[in-house]
């Protein structure tokens, strides 16, 4: 437990490094066991936080224990481990391109072989609701139906992966495939791979390609 803990930590500082939250923003959690996941608290900045402020939720009934109050968002994080089986680490950002794709609304295509891999065959795009509430965890899970990360209308994205370093690295493809998404517009509108080739891609990674990356650790 407390290894997860430092591992939260240690991802917090990193997400403020990489620009993929300020201050207070976004928050970050890994699943422990069947029933409980350990989540950032609310209201805490990154740089201070210690082990002692990682809050560890029941992920069946969203209740916590202490008197620390976990993350505005953990409903969210509560409902993927519900429904994503195979998912251990949830990443929830503000980064700026998928942000700026958000506030478009417009649904990332497969233009990126490592986006398609990574990610999945596209980014969709949950409808707007007001945060932490029921709406939004509703609308983003169902966005995020056979995909890595989703984004989340005029707010910014999701990011899910087996291990917290796999969700990391769907956050920092998502913002390239994002950035290369609206530079593309202004060359003309980006060019998608075949959505059947991209899914093809994304099951390969899945089943195969990263088995693979870890026998060879």
Avoid at 5 to 11: A, H, M, S
Avoid at 177 to 194: D, P, R, T, Y
Wanted: overall charge positive.
């Amino acid at each position: 437990m407390e290894k997860i803990k430092r591992e939260i930590i240690e991802g917090g500082l990193r997400l403020v490094k990489e620009g993929l939250v300020a201050r207070t923003w976004g928050n970050i959690s890994i699943r422990v066991d069947d029933t409980h996941m350990l989540i950032t608290p609310s209201g805490r900045t990154y740089e201070n936080l210690t082990e002692a402020d990682i809050v560890l939720v029941n992920y069946h009934t969203s209740k916590h224990e202490g008197t620390i109050k976990p993350s505005s968002e953990k409903e969210l994080h509560c409902e993927i481990y519900r429904t994503r089986p195979k998912i251990n680490s949830v990443i929830h950002t503000h980064q700026m391109n998928a942000s700026t794709v958000a506030t478009a609304r417009r649904e990332v295509p497969p233009i990126l072989d490592d986006m398609a891999q990574i990610i999945g065959p596209t980014v969709r795009v949950a409808p707007y609701a007001l945060p932490s509430t029921k709406k939004i965890t509703k609308k983003t899970v169902k966005a995020l139906r056979g995909r890595n990360a989703a984004l989340m209308a005029n707010h910014g994205a999701v990011c899910v992966g087996r291990d917290l370093d796999e969700a990391f690295v769907v956050c920092q493809v998502l913002e390239k495939a994002c950035k290369a998404f609206i530079e593309a517009e202004f060359l003309g509108g980006a060019k998608s791979i075949n959505k059947f080739e991209a899914h093809l891609m994304h099951q390969i990674y899945i089943r195969k390609y990263s088995k693979q990356e870890d026998k060879n650790r």
